[in-house]
Nanobody
Framework: QVQLVESGGGLVQAGGSLRLSCAAS????????MGWFRQAPGKEREFVAW????????YYADSVKGRFTISRDNAKNTMYLQMNSLKPEDTAVYYC?????????????????WGQGTQVTVSS
């Protein structure tokens, strides 16, 4: 069992930055690849980024590539999402999740434990 708690969301103007955190407890965090997803009102939950167990491999959705950076600190059992150059279309609830496989996928089915989400709102 893994418990995940996201934090760091908020209201920011377009062009601004936020850093989200995902704190993990329970099963060994350092043995799980991890991912970030987001869900805007009326839309499906969509993939944002994933990071491998060691943090040496990352992958991003095209919509955030070059603006967002995923990272992790296994000593602190925490994963991060640094979001720069935010756009109104980035507005969503952001979720972190543990991956079922060492090299994750972009598909939600590839993730088994989820946090409760943190709201990010970008004003124009």
């Amino acid at each position: 069992q893994v418990q995940l708690v996201e934090s760091g969301g908020g209201l920011v103007q377009a062009g601004g930055s936020l850093r989200l955190s995902c704190a993990a407890s329970g099963r060994t965090f350092s043995s799980c690849a991890m991912g970030w997803f987001r869900q805007a009102p009326g839309k499906e939950r969509e993939f944002v980024a994933w990071i491998s167990v060691s943090g040496g491999i990352t992958y991003y959705a095209d919509s955030v590539k070059g603006r967002f950076t995923i990272s992790r600190d296994n000593a602190k059992n925490t994963m991060y999402l640094q979001m720069n150059s935010l756009k109104p279309e980035d507005t969503a609830v952001y979720y972190c999740a543990t991956a079922r496989a060492p090299i994750p996928t972009m598909n939600r089915i590839g993730y088994n434990y989820w946090g409760q989400g943190t709201q990010v709102t970008v004003s124009s």
